[in-house]
């Protein structure tokens, strides 16, 4: 059975930085497209992050420089490293993994995480 569990979350100021951790079994990373999301109060879910069977890795825009997407070498266990956040930072951040790295699977197809949520006050 397929299971991600996210952990890390916390509060922190402006400024400050946090690593989420996402710890994956019951199917080999390597053969999914591995995400972050988040989802922030009366928004709808965005992606964050996301590494792609062949080892491409995709950084948000606004958040390259800040965030960094990466995994054990086992590929059992990925992170989430947050630099210099932000308020606008603050939501719930889940764990996905889907065939492709389409949103379309994620969505209808995609496993997901129970979420960790980040507070980031000013």
């Known amino acids: 059975q397929v299971q991600l569990v996210e952990s890390g979350g916390d509060s922190v100021r402006a400024g400050g930085s946090l690593r989420l951790s996402c710890a994956v079994s019951g199917y080999a990373s390597s053969n999914y497209c591995m995400a972050w999301f988040r989802q922030a109060p009366g928004k709808e879910r965005e992606g964050v992050a996301s590494?792609?069977?062949?080892?491409?890795?995709h950084i948000l825009d606004p958040l390259k420089g800040r965030f960094t997407f990466s995994k054990d070498n086992a590929g059992n266990t990925l992170y989430l490293q947050m630099n210099d956040l932000k308020p606008e930072d603050t939501g719930m951040y889940y764990c996905a993994a889907a065939i492709t790295c389409s949103l379309a699977d994620f969505q209808s197809r995609g496993y997901w995480g129970q979420g960790t949520q980040v507070t980031v006050s000013s």
């Open positions: 590494i792609a069977p062949d080892g491409q890795t």
